[in-house]
T-cell receptor, first 114, second 114 residues
């Protein structure tokens, strides 16, 4: 089955600097890669996603890049702010015979230092 | 509010007991996923149902079972509970259960086994 690895597990960044979180996946059939943000004690919420036919997607301060050949994708947050502090999860979605399975990475705890 | 409702929010029970967690998906969503999140851990996929049928299975223990009813709500049954089952249990739903649809998470049920 699919295996998603996420690095780093913790990341501290000075406010205003950029943060990068990287994920790799194992199943070449995966074709949808969402990123979720989970604030303390709350539910995970989608912040950005990318499909396999796209190499990069940007939404204001957040961008995601995908390299299908290398099977890795990354989340980039620019001009970080204190409210960006949270746990971020990457995921890979695989569909086999119509059955979808969403596999999450282990998470990155991002701390923005004021 | 994601539109996904989970009950109860908190549950405290003793080892060896059995509990049922309930999830009502967003209106119109046919697919329900269950995830387990232990303290400071990632999201472990348990099981997925689509329109009443089991679609995919993850690392779900034999002591755990789930079902999706005709009205599309889902229940996760946990039996012979152990201390290690203490965790936050999330359900998520998306419209089709196929690749590329955003999964919306409920607020979770925090289970504490004492």
């Amino acid at each position: 089955g699919e295996n998603v690895e996420q690095h780093p597990s913790t990341l501290s960044v000075q406010e205003g600097d950029s943060a990068v979180i990287k994920c790799t996946y194992s199943d070449s059939a995966s074709n949808y890669f969402p990123w979720y943000k989970q604030e303390l004690g709350k539910r995970p919420q989608l912040i950005i996603d990318i499909r396999s036919n796209v190499g990069e997607k940007k939404d204001q301060r957040i961008a995601v890049t995908l390299n299908k050949t290398a099977k890795h994708f990354s989340l980039h947050i620019t001009e970080t702010q204190p409210e960006d502090s949270a746990v971020y999860f990457c995921a890979a979605s695989t569909t086999n015979f119509g059955n979808e399975k969403l596999t999450f990475g282990t998470g990155t705890r991002l701390t923005i230092i004021p | 509010d994601s539109g996904v409702t989970q009950t109860p929010k908190h549950l405290i029970t003793a080892t060896g007991q059995r509990v049922t967690l309930r999830c009502s998906p967003r209106s119109g969503d046919l697919s329900v996923y269950w995830y387990q999140q232990s303290l400071d851990q990632g999201l472990q996929f348990l099981i997925q149902y689509y329109n009443g049928e089991e679609r995919a299975k993850g690392n779900i223990l034999e002591r755990f079972s789930a079902q999706q009813f005709p009205d599309l709500h889902s229940e996760l049954n946990l039996s012979s509970l152990e201390l290690g089952d203490s965790a936050l249990y999330f359900c998520a739903s998306n419209p089709r259960g196929d690749t590329g649809a955003e999964a919306f998470f409920g607020q979770g049920t925090r289970l504490t086994v004492v």
